[in-house]
């Protein structure tokens, strides 16, 4: 009964060890990455995808603070991943 207490508490510690690995600042801010995603190539969604990036910009996002990465699926859903 006692090893599976220890074996508990050391499992416990190694999760809240592992939830603070990702919590390191990296120094310094790359900017943002903005994704995209289109499921077809239709004229309302890409005036409204052009409309966004133009309003980022006039927001003050320049090209070196944000980066866009448009895809599109062309209608096929498996692409999407």
Known sequence: MKMKRLLAGICCAAMALGAF???QSTGG???YNVA???LVDNGAFT???D?????MRDL???EDEMTFDVLNAQ???STLN
């Open 29 to 31: 801010n790359d900017g």
């Open 47 to 49: 005036e409204m995808r």
């Open 21 to 23: 690995t990702g919590c």
């Open 51 to 55: 409309a966004f990036i133009q309003e």
């Open 75 to 77: 209608g096929d859903t």
């Open 36 to 38: 995209i995603v289109q």
């Open 60 to 62: 003050g996002y320049g």
